[in-house]
């Protein structure tokens, strides 16, 4: 055994265990507002912090001398007072920044939350479906994609498909499958009014929450959304069908684009946007986004899918997998339209 790497490795582990603790302060900070009321305010006391806030000073104070510690505030020492930088509020308390990561925060928790169930699990091998999950799992999801899809959506994935963005500018039948809070379906029917957009996700306080967005976006008179699964939407004839990083968490995903397939009009188009992923595991060693997504894969994707009795493609499954599922469901054109750090964009035509 080499000792001196053993040393090393038991540091490297204190930093990962580290680093968890600022995640888990971090979403204290954004679970009770501190990040917003700190955003912009300038150099503040913990009892000026107290004072906006309504928390107590003393828990206040010992969360400030953390957050300095870990570098996400600065510290003023001749006054005694705490920033927070404009940049790192971009980043913790700015819900429109496309670099906002409240939403990460909070599926951290969510996932700490459910750690006994998925050993239990691991231990039975039986699933955990996502609506078993504590619930900021499922406002952390909508929070955590909400800022990069509306940046990519309209502006980059629509337009890396043939034809389509034009398809929707004249009007076209779009479904949304697995469409969460709704926030994909609701950007594309703000982005193109002459089109009408169906939502469906088998979670139904999810369908609950898009229905509300929808009504606040005022794009409610051309978007529906409704309690479905993947195979039990509506039969009709769609120009475009859409899965925003939710084929790989179906039990079924090879079925779920056979009936897609099968549901499309002529020339349409399947849309199938999936976490940015390597079909060999030793290249995505070292990587930070892959073993973010490998976490969230872990606790959420494939016990859904095992929940399902079903595939567990797993959110790193990889680009060869995914375009083998689209083949063998029967379309004949597959292609990888876009590639990105975070996100593989697939088109699929019969």
Known sequence: ???????????????????TGAVLLSYLGDRLGIWRAMAGAGPLGSAELAERTGLAERYLREWLAAQTVAGHVRYHPDTGRFELPDEHAAV?????????????????????????RVAGAFRTG??????????RLHTGVARFFEPLYRMSVVDQWLPALDGVADRLRAG??????????????????TAFPGSHFLGVDYHEESVLA??????????????EFLVAGSESYPAGSWDLICFFDALHDLGAPVEAAVRARSSLT?????????????????????????????TASTMACVPNSVA??????????????LHAVLREAGFGRVRTALETPYNLVLEARA
Request: contains cysteine; hydrophobic residues 45%.
């Open 210 to 223: 898009a229905r509300a967005a929808a009504v606040k976006a005022g794009v409610e008179d051309r978007v």
């Open 172 to 189: 076209a039948h779009v479904l949304d499958v697995g469409c969460g809070h709704g926030t994909s379906t609701i950007l594309m029917a």
């Open 308 to 321: 399902q009795h079903g595939a567990a493609l797993g959110a790193q499954a990889g680009p060869e997998r």
């Open 92 to 116: 913790l308390a700015d819900e429109t920044s496309p670099a906002f990561q409240g939403g990460a925060l909070e599926c951290a928790a969510a996932f700490w939350f459910s750690a006994d």
């Open 126 to 135: 039986a699933g955990v479906g996502w609506h078993e999950h504590d619930p």
């Open 266 to 294: 002529p020339g349409g188009t399947l849309m199938v946007v999936e976490p940015f992923s390597r079909d060999r595991l030793e290249d995505s060693v070292g990587d930070p986004v892959a073993l973010g997504y490998y």
């Open 1 to 19: 055994m080499n000792v001196e790497r053993v040393r090393e490795f038991a540091g490297e582990l204190g930093r990962k265990r580290a680093a």
